[in-house]
């Protein structure tokens, strides 16, 4: 008991002096991941709504996204090296980046495709029966009627790439995997502390945030 709270101390300690630097890690962090869930939801999204029109495509995009989430990460980071070397850009936040947004794909064109497609049969024909064009059928029923669904499948996929982005700081990403980086080298305790708690501190924001971004924009018919 006497050693954990030594420990905490010591911790409590270097945050109050070292503030600064794990807020601009922290900030970095948030950077690199957020720019990639955005990108992904660009891609994602709209990829799987298509694949909901085309089964025999869908299998194929899905088994691929799914072999991309097995890939270690470490490794994924290895084989972009030599291949943005070639843009001048083997290292860094690029490299960091383009693999966060592969690992989140499964995730959220999984979810997508599967929510758009499991709309139920009935709305879709009430939607076509007062006249509804396909883009109108899609933003006014579908889109809505799947929103849990699909909300369901970027926070996965951000909680994943908060977690992803701390081993991207071994390519020089930058962020929370520096401080936990160091303290391995270091063997200092406080480093890998303050890493290791700032990345679950911001992934449960993160994943409150987008709850009540979920609920703000799921239609209360489909809550209930």
């Known amino acids: ?84 070397s070639t843009i001048g850009q083997g290292i860094g936040f690029v490299p960091a980046l383009i693999a966060l947004v592969l690992y989140s794909q499964l995730p959220i064109v999984r979810n997508t495709y599967v929510a758009i497609s499991n709309v139920d049969p009935n709305i879709k024909d009430a939607a076509i029966g007062i006249g509804m064009t396909p883009m109108q059928r899609l933003l006014k029923v579908e889109i809505p009627n799947a929103m849990p669904l699909i909300m369901a499948g970027v926070r996965q996929a951000t909680v994943l790439n908060i977690g992803i982005g701390a081993i991207a700081a071994y390519i020089g990403s930058g962020g929370l995997g520096s401080l936990i980086n160091q303290g391995i080298v270091r063997s200092n305790t406080n480093l890998i502390l303050a890493g290791a708690v700032f990345v679950s501190i911001l992934a449960i924001i993160a994943d409150l945030i987008l709850k009540y971004i979920q609920n703000r924009y799921t239609a209360k018919g489909v809550k209930n």
């Open 1 to 84: 008991m006497n050693g954990f709270i030594e420990t905490l101390t010591k911790f409590l300690t270097y945050l109050s002096t070292n503030y600064d630097e794990v807020l601009a890690e922290t900030w970095t962090h948030t950077q690199l991941v957020g720019l990639a869930i955005i990108i992904s939801i660009a891609i994602g999204v709209p990829l799987g709504i298509y694949l909901s029109t085309n089964e025999q495509l869908a299998e194929t995009v899905i088994q691929i996204t799914s072999v991309i989430m097995t890939i270690p990460s470490i490794a994924l980071f290895g084989i972009m090296i030599p291949i943005l």
